[in-house]
């Protein structure tokens, strides 16, 4: 039987010492996950090793932790699979992050993670009569916040999520996608009221810096980064939401900042964002962006000259794809979660295509959600 060797951080915030590490030797097979090998570690040697887990089957989301830096679910984590990325051959197991520590491995999900998915009001509001029977929606609607609704809240996004370290007051990426659940939901009425409470709110949906780690981190393909940027543009697009944080402004002085220069002019992005460089609002941004804009022109990165003109125009391509996007009477979202279409026609011959689909012929193939 392999051996592995688990680096444990240990911590409990009632005895008053510092956190420390703890190495135990399991034996399991490779194909066997964390998890295991942590509680194998709890039953051997040490009774009192904090870890949560309920379902041991990526199904509850108790089990969230670090191994090896990275959020996961430890019972979807093989053994084998940690022990290629552990640092000095021992998988180190730590608590996820964002959140404080109960005990070793346990974090407080309360005081954060589920406290900000209060705060997006998670559950549907529904508008007009209550139907005698059951509502009915088409189910490409459904299909729109099936990403979404894939969402297990085992923390693992908001263990990683950059803006939330540096604000945590960010309603973050947990509590964000479980609002768009809402908000691509044609039965909830208060679209608007949702998009404008989060788009107002300074920790709201243009938070975001869009870093990517919560996508990296979903074990579930979530992509909660995704789900804001969705609402971002149903909030700014659909219902023309200005928010007093800016947001709204800045992300159309991106489009026709790229939409002109094909490449970003950053020179001219802040002043746009404030409604021009001549606009009364731009005015205090632009002082309080001096240092930055001092530094800029020290290293060279900006002159004068380049501030004031336009460096580069537009290529060709680009302006066709602006124009064929102005010319769409629809958005197309494209949900990530959809691998395919119905209609779409399967490469291969019919036998290799029964074979890539584990002997079923296409006819008998599930929908591609
Ligand atoms: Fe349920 Fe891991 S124990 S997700």
Not at 4 to 28: K, Q
Not at 49 to 72: D, F, L, T
Not at 96 to 119: C, E, F, T, Y
Request: negative net charge.
């Amino acid at each position: 039987m392999p051996e592995y060797t688990l680096r444990i951080r240990r911590y409990s915030p009632e005895s008053g010492e510092a956190a420390y590490w703890d190495d135990f030797t399991i034996d399991l097979d490779g194909h066997r996950s964390v998890l295991d090998g942590i509680l194998q570690a709890r039953d051997r040697f040490d009774g009192s090793i904090g870890i949560r887990c309920s379902c041991r089957a990526a199904i509850c989301g108790s089990c969230g932790v670090r191994i090896n830096g990275k959020p996961n679910l430890a019972c979807h984590t093989h053994l084998e699979e940690a022990a290629e990325t552990a640092p000095d051959g021992a998988i180190v197991v730590e608590p996820m992050g964002n959140m404080p520590v109960l005990k070793d491995l346990i974090v407080d999900m309360d005081a954060v993670h589920w406290k900000k998915i209060q705060r997006v009001t998670p559950w549907l509001i529904p508008d007009g009569e209550v139907p005698e029977r059951e509502y009915v929606v088409p189910p490409e609607s459904m299909i729109d916040v099936t990403q979404s609704m894939a969402c297990i809240q085992c923390g693992a996004c908001v263990s990683d999520c950059l803006s939330m370290e540096v604000d945590p007051l960010f309603v973050g990426p947990a509590a964000l996608a479980k609002a768009y659940r809402f908000v691509g939901d044609p039965r909830d009425g208060q679209h608007f009221e949702r998009l404008k409470d989060l788009a107002e709110d300074p920790h709201g949906i243009y938070d975001c810096t869009h870093c990517f780690n919560c996508i990296e981190a979903c074990p579930k393909g979530v992509a909660p980064m995704s789900q804001i940027m969705r609402l971002r543009r149903i909030s700014s697009a659909d219902h023309d939401i200005e928010d007093r944080n800016n947001g709204y402004r800045h992300e159309h002085a991106f489009v026709r900042n790229i939409e002109r220069n094909g490449l970003l002019h950053e020179a001219d992005l802040l002043p746009h964002s404030y409604g021009g460089k001549f606009h009364p609002r731009a005015a205090p941004e632009l002082v309080e962006s001096l240092p930055v804009i001092l530094r800029a022109l020290q290293r060279g990165k900006v002159t004068p000259k380049k501030a004031l003109t336009h460096p580069h125009k537009a290529p060709t391509d680009v302006k066709r794809i602006f124009r064929q996007i102005h010319e769409q009477d629809d958005r197309y979202e494209l949900n990530l979660y959809v691998v395919g279409y119905e209609d779409e026609e399967p490469a291969g011959t019919e036998a290799e295509q029964a074979d890539a689909a584990g002997g079923q012929l296409p006819e008998e193939r599930s929908p591609n959600v």
